[in-house]
């Protein structure tokens, strides 16, 4: 079917699902001259840092960020690539640059001409809607309504240059009041519940009005240093300002832009409404570590400018916050609200260190505050260790697929999936009920000592830093010192927290006694909260069973026999131990409905009273067993071994898990012996053969019973 090129009906977009819109060339296009606005902004914004250039920045951005919003929106509702269209966006382009070079006139106290370009992009969005209406296809209730809503404030942006002042501010106000309800009204709701958006597109547009205004940043700093002689000092000033940047945009794409939008309007309201303070304050970060990366380092920053740096900073870790209350992240371990409770404890931070800035040096509060950026990104990864970009690898593991699903195998191939992926604690899982997800106990009692102590130390810090600050609130609520530094108030707050007490420092006054009363309590609830987890977690026994890497499978007495083998690395008698052997199988019924079904492995030995040493696992593959039909088809998904024991040292029972894939298994082969006897009698396991498989010599052999294998020990 042929379309013209100079015009054409514009057709309704009806997002469906696994195929949203992507951003056309010419969205992208446009979104360039809006690079130039917001840099325009900033500079404004740099060279009038005081509260009159901040509330202008930020009025100004809001007029500049909703016209970008207006014209997204349309392109998420509507499908149209004609001369016509191209032409509007083309005359917007034109009039967002008239709005990008005024904005020093704004700064200066001159509005007309701001305003005059900013009414006349407003009216280009008029215009589309206008051509949809007037269309009369599929979405001419859309055209209709938006239509009148968007130009009802045109009109009041353009009669707003023929009313004097004040009443100019009137109608200004106004003009933003239709702008923000419009969203809300009923037809509006009426019409995107009977027309929704495309929540992928939408997305995608905000993540690359992110990176746009990231990018800004980026240009503030190069710039900044590229065109003055930069010193060593400036240049780990301006280090620390990229850092803090690029926290910015991991915390976004990792976790706004990764999270899906809980199923409420309300919700998707506030998510888009809150990038607006977002993207604002991020262009201001910028401009804040320009103003920040020329001050003497050894010298404390000036209060305006940790005010500007840190509270900017604030507001874009508040408005993470924010959206993260209104969004679900599929993939995190822990519950949503700690994500969201972690980006309020970083916002908190972050004005904390406007106020601990006095008394530091300016290189130490930049590093303090990238520091509390680069910890959410560390803590990030903790919520969330898999990545959705493993999710279809993940599905292909669970559903058994393999670079060699049969069991019969030669080589070993680098794109077979590892072994520890197909573990049901490695499973990626995505949707479960945020009440379900795991708390900050369990993570630390399931992780690391290493994330446990780092948990531990950061605590630590960021008490005794919280409590150092309400000391310097109060001077003289330190006896023993005249006017104390931060170090001086950390170190009595060290003292204090864990009831040390050398005596040189003491509190004085209500304030210093009701600060230290409260930091006593905090130290004993800390205590008692660290100490009962170190003493679960090394009080929880755990088997150091060695599983081989490989099941081999060879002719033992005549009949084909897959073997596996154990060894207890920790070499103490575990009492009683048992294992069970089960194949996970791809099962079709007579129906046509696939399942993944468990069978239990027959075991030639499947208990043992003692085991100290090595342990050679053994199943017959004969007619009765799941795995003789399983050689010749790609049905089997993976082998589970399961070893329950009582260990003798804790006096508790253990056990060790371990799946291996198809891959895994080695067909003709025969695991090297690694148990001998010395002359003095003491037994010897060489556990650097104990993955050492070799090639089975004599494979031939009539069929006998078996008996228990001299390996099994």
């Not at 606005?37 to 951005?61: D, R, Y």
């Not at 009802?152 to 009041?177: E, I, N, R």
């Not at 069991?407 to 604690?425: F, L, V």
């Not at 069973?545 to 070499?571: E, K, P, W, Y």
Request: proline residues 4%; glycine residues 6%.
């Amino acid at each position: 079917m042929k379309v013209s090129r100079i015009r054409h009906v514009p057709v309704i977009h009806v997002p469906e699902h696994g195929s949203e819109k992507k951003p056309a060339w010419l969205e992208l296009f446009y979104d360039l001259i809006y690079v130039a606005a917001i840099i325009q902004l900033g500079n404004g914004l740099s060279a009038h840092v005081n509260a009159a250039g901040l509330l202008e920045f930020v009025v100004l951005f809001y007029f500049i960020w909703y016209t970008w919003t207006n014209f997204s929106f349309f392109y998420n509702r509507f499908t149209i690539d004609d001369a016509l269209q191209r032409l509007l966006v083309f005359a917007q382009m034109f009039a967002i640059g008239g709005v990008a070079v005024s904005v020093e006139q704004i700064f200066d106290g001159q509005h007309f001409v701001f305003i005059t370009a900013f009414a006349f992009a407003r009216l280009i969005i008029v215009l589309m809607y206008l051509r949809v209406w007037l269309a009369k296809g599929e979405g001419v209730e859309t055209g209709k309504v938006y239509t009148l809503i968007w130009g009802l404030g045109c009109f009041l942006w353009f009669s707003s240059l023929l009313v004097p002042a004040p009443w100019t501010y009137v109608v200004w106000g106004t003009a933003l009041l239709v702008d923000f309800i419009a969203p809300i009204t009923r037809q509006a709701r009426e019409l995107n519940g009977k027309y929704p958006s495309d929540g992928g597109h939408i997305t995608e547009r905000f993540g690359l009005l992110t990176i746009i205004v990231l990018g800004e940043m980026f240009v503030k700093v190069l710039s900044e240093v590229s065109g003055l002689e930069a010193s060593p000092s400036h240049l780990l000033m301006a280090s620390l300002g990229l850092a803090i940047t690029c926290s910015l945009w991991w915390l976004y794409f990792d976790d706004v832009a990764e999270s899906r939008i809980k199923d409420s309007p309300i919700h998707t309201l506030v998510w888009l409404y809150a990038h607006l303070p977002l993207t604002m304050a991020i262009t201001g970060v910028g401009v804040a570590i320009k103003k920040t990366i020329f001050i003497d380092p050894t010298t404390s920053a000036p209060l305006k400018y940790r005010m500007l740096l840190g509270g900017i900073l604030c507001v874009a870790l508040a408005s993470m916050a924010v959206i993260d209350m209104v969004t679900v992240r599929d993939h995190a371990e822990m519950k949503d609200g700690g994500r969201v409770r972690l980006r309020w404890v970083g916002a908190l931070g972050v004005a904390l260190s406007i106020f601990l800035g006095g008394f530091m040096p300016a290189w130490a509060f930049m590093a303090l505050i990238a520091s509390v950026c680069v910890a959410q990104v560390i803590a990030d990864l903790v919520l969330a260790p898999q990545t959705l970009i493993e999710k279809e690898h993940a599905s292909a593991i669970a559903f058994g697929a393999s670079a060699e699903p049969k069991i019969q195998r030669k080589e070993k191939t680098e794109s077979i999936p590892r072994r520890n992926a197909a573990m049901p604690e490695n499973t990626i899982r995505l949707g479960v009920p945020d009440k379900f997800r795991n708390d900050l106990y369990f993570q630390l009692m399931e992780g690391s000592w290493r994330q446990l102590f780092i948990v531990m130390a950061l605590s630590y810090f960021a008490i005794n830093i919280g409590f150092a600050t309400a000391y310097l609130l109060e001077p003289g609520c330190i006896s023993g010192i005249q006017n104390p530094t931060f170090t001086q108030s950390f170190a009595f707050s060290v003292q204090t927290f864990t009831t040390i007490g050398y005596g040189s420092m003491s509190p004085q006054g209500s304030y210093g006694d009701f600060v230290v009363t409260i930091e006593a309590l905090f130290g004993i609830v800390w205590v008692a909260l660290v100490t009962g987890l170190v003493f679960a977690k090394a009080a929880r026994p755990k088997a150091s069973i060695i599983f081989s890497d490989d099941i081999v499978i060879a002719n033992r007495h005549g009949q084909r026999t897959l073997m596996m083998r154990l060894g207890n690395a920790r070499g103490n008698d575990i009492a009683s131990a048992k294992i069970t052997l089960s194949a996970l199988v791809e099962e079709v019924s007579p129906e046509g409905i696939q399942m993944r079904r468990l069978h239990d492995l027959k075991l030639v030995r499947a208990s043992t009273p003692v085991f100290a040493l090595t342990w050679t696992v053994m199943h017959i593959i004969d007619e009765e067993s799941p795995l003789f039909a399983a050689e010749d088809t790609d049905a089997l998904v993976s082998i589970i071994a399961i070893v329950v024991g009582h260990d003798l040292t804790y006096a508790a029972t253990v056990h060790a898990r371990q799946t291996y894939l198809p891959s895994s298994i080695r067909d003709g082969y025969v695991f090297k012996d690694v148990i001998s006897a010395r002359d003095d009698g003491h037994m010897v396991v060489d556990y650097r053969d104990f993955n050492t498989i070799e090639k089975q010599q004599k494979a031939d052999a009539e069929p006998t019973q078996p008996s228990a294998d001299p390996e099994e020990t």
